[in-house]
């Protein structure tokens, strides 16, 4: 196996990651958080030091990559990567233990969304911005390996999948993620930007609009309140977030083939038009269940339908509101038939579809 070239794209990946700690570190010193501050800065030396010496030992060594090599990247960097993302949580008492720093930056890079912290609402602000910045960057990471590694060496079922980036076969690993890169994560950006900005536009406040902007594209689901996105009372607020899930959990090389003129793209691919029918098929039962266990009226009950739908289905984890598990709508909570959980639960296994940020199985297999 080619240690080497898998070693020197986590080396590089860790620099970038230690970059992207200045990113919060900024927030901490904005905010007046001192310890969050000197955190991020120890963390960021060491997760740059430990980067730097594994590029420095692999240069020269790159090769092409295959079967294995794409395994074992896969393995090591979601595996390595939440070490050194735990450590600002860690140190700068957020988390309660390393296990729980761990889960949380596991949680984030992996984009589950799943949380051990509580408080969320009185958590240091730069800790809150970590949390979605990494899940946008575990979004990003899943979407390059699908369309860099995994897609050309046939793994998962990928080789059922053809991507529209054209790219070289034989390139090295770091040259063919380099590729995607260069191809993909400005149009993940731009996209971030814009949720950010509607979110602001429509009564969301800056700080808050920039993470839920950076969880919904990474389709994570990580908020910034306890009450997740039903603390900010806001129908438009959740319409906006939907959407911008829905686009995360598209395959990628569709919105790269529409920006460079190819809009027809997204009607030709089949697993497009399931994931939309999808929704659309979950909305409506979900619209229905919600009307006839609780005589919800038409409006809330299509708005939280819509918005519980495309958040499951594309495994981001939002909600809309409180919900009573045992039936009730109690304080303005939803009434949730246990039915309607288990769908749901089964959906999430689903997910969108492939080269996208979404969890689960994933359309395309399930087709």
């Given at each position: 196996?080619?240690?080497?070239?898998?070693?020197?794209?986590?080396?590089?990946?860790?620099?970038?990651?230690?970059?992207?700690?200045?990113?919060?570190?900024?927030?901490?010193?904005?905010?007046?958080?001192?310890?969050?501050?000197?955190?991020?800065f120890?963390?960021?030396?060491?997760?740059?030091?430990?980067?730097?010496?594994?590029?420095?030992?692999?240069?020269?060594?790159?090769?092409?990559?295959?079967?294995?090599?794409?395994?074992?990247?896969?393995?090591?960097a979601?595996?390595?990567?939440?070490?050194?993302?735990?450590?600002?949580i860690?140190?700068?008492?957020?988390?309660?233990?390393?296990?729980?720093?761990?889960?949380?930056?596991?949680?984030?890079?992996?984009?589950?969304?799943?949380?051990?912290?509580?408080?969320?609402?009185?958590?240091?602000?730069?800790?809150l911005?970590?949390?979605?910045?990494?899940?946008?960057?575990?979004?990003?990471?899943?979407?390059?390996?699908?369309?860099?590694?995994?897609?050309?060496?046939?793994?998962?079922?990928?080789?059922?999948?053809?991507?529209?980036?054209?790219?070289?076969?034989?390139?090295?690993?770091?040259?063919?993620?380099?590729?995607?890169?260069?191809?993909?994560?400005w149009?993940?950006?731009?996209?971030?930007?814009?949720?950010?900005?509607?979110?602001?536009?429509?009564?969301?406040?800056?700080?808050?609009?920039?993470?839920?902007?950076?969880?919904?594209?990474?389709?994570?689901?990580?908020?910034?309140?306890?009450?997740?996105?039903g603390?900010?009372?806001?129908?438009?607020?959740?319409?906006?977030?939907?959407?911008?899930?829905?686009?995360?959990?598209?395959?990628?090389?569709?919105h790269?083939?529409?920006?460079?003129?190819?809009v027809?793209?997204?009607?030709?691919?089949?697993?497009?038009?399931?994931?939309?029918?999808?929704?659309?098929?979950?909305?409506i039962?979900?619209t229905?269940?919600?009307?006839?266990?609780?005589?919800?009226?038409?409006?809330?009950a299509?708005?939280?339908?819509?918005?519980?739908?495309?958040?499951?289905?594309?495994?981001?984890?939002?909600?809309?509101?409180?919900?009573?598990?045992?039936?009730?709508?109690?304080?303005?909570?939803?009434?949730?038939?246990?039915?309607l959980?288990?769908?749901?639960?089964?959906?999430?296994?689903?997910?969108?579809?492939?080269?996208?940020?979404?969890?689960?199985?994933?359309?395309?297999r399930?087709?």
């Amino acid at each position: 196996m080619a240690y080497a070239a898998v070693l020197a794209v986590v080396g590089w990946a860790m620099s970038l990651f230690a970059v992207a700690m200045l990113f919060p570190l900024l927030v901490a010193l904005g905010y007046g958080e001192t310890r969050a501050a000197g955190s991020f800065f120890a963390s960021a030396l060491v997760t740059l030091f430990i980067g730097g010496g594994l590029i420095m030992a692999t240069r020269g060594d790159e090769k092409t990559v295959s079967r294995r090599e794409g395994f074992f990247l896969a393995a090591l960097a979601w595996g390595a990567l939440p070490v050194f993302g735990a450590l600002p949580i860690y140190f700068s008492g957020a988390a309660g233990s390393v296990v729980d720093a761990y889960f949380e930056a596991l949680s984030g890079l992996t984009t589950t969304g799943a949380t051990v912290l509580q408080g969320l609402d009185e958590l240091p602000r730069s800790i809150l911005f970590w949390r979605a910045l990494m899940q946008w960057i575990g979004g990003l990471g899943a979407i390059l390996l699908a369309v860099a590694i995994l897609s050309l060496l046939g793994i998962g079922g990928l080789s059922l999948y053809r991507s529209a980036i054209p790219r070289g076969e034989r390139d090295t690993m770091a040259g063919r993620l380099r590729h995607a890169v260069e191809s993909i994560w400005w149009i993940y950006a731009c996209l971030t930007a814009v949720c950010a900005v509607l979110l602001w536009l429509f009564g969301m406040p800056p700080f808050d609009a920039v993470c839920h902007a950076f969880s919904a594209l990474s389709t994570g689901g990580f908020s910034t309140r306890d009450g997740s996105v039903g603390a900010f009372g806001s129908p438009l607020l959740e319409f906006t977030l939907a959407i911008f899930m829905l686009i995360g959990a598209i395959n990628f090389t569709l919105h790269w083939a529409a920006v460079n003129g190819r809009v027809q793209a997204y009607r030709e691919d089949p697993e497009f038009k399931y994931l939309i029918g999808l929704v659309l098929v979950v909305t409506i039962l979900v619209t229905g269940a919600l009307v006839l266990s609780d005589g919800t009226g038409a409006f809330d009950a299509v708005r939280n339908a819509l918005f519980v739908a495309i958040s499951v289905v594309t495994t981001s984890g939002f909600l809309p509101a409180e919900i009573d598990a045992a039936g009730t709508a109690a304080g303005g909570g939803l009434a949730w038939p246990t039915f309607l959980s288990m769908l749901l639960l089964i959906l999430v296994l689903v997910g969108g579809c492939t080269g996208s940020t979404a969890g689960g199985v994933k359309l395309m297999r399930i087709a």
